[in-house]
């Protein structure tokens, strides 16, 4: 009964860990967003510094599930629930890759996309954008997703 308590105990605070890393993620996002983060003597653009933000996340995401896979003490639920996720993950690496490969052959100087189930956000390095340009990624997301133009966002970014 102890070995139970400890898996609860050990998911619960990698579980906390994952949120508050979403958290530090999320938050050091806006940050980029409002300033240029300047590295020795390098300055990051935002596309850069959000998709270093990104891979950290993702990596420590992946780190999370293979531990829970890969541990002896991991229930067989647990462990089937952790390889979904991780599966789930990687498809999720892969239709934002596609979605700014798409985008960025289209002529566009730069592109993050951020995919959730529900929502798709594009952020693309431009003072505004045309509407040719807005429904040129609009037929490219809804290609590539399925996603309803309401469930797109698209926001250009100097």
Known sequence: M???KKKIIVLSIM???LVATGFLNLSLNTQAE???IVSGSETLSFFESYRADRDTAR???KMYYTSIIESANTSEESRESAETSLKNLAAKIEKELVLESCILAKGFEDTVVSFSDTYVNV???SS???ESEV???VQIVQEQTSKSIDNIKIIPIE
């Open 59 to 61: 990596t420590q995401q």
């Open 123 to 125: 952020m693309v390095k």
């Open 2 to 4: 102890v070995t139970k």
């Open 34 to 36: 409002q300033t240029q």
């Open 128 to 130: 505004e954008l045309t």
């Open 15 to 17: 579980m906390v860990l």
């Open 135 to 137: 429904a040129q990624i």
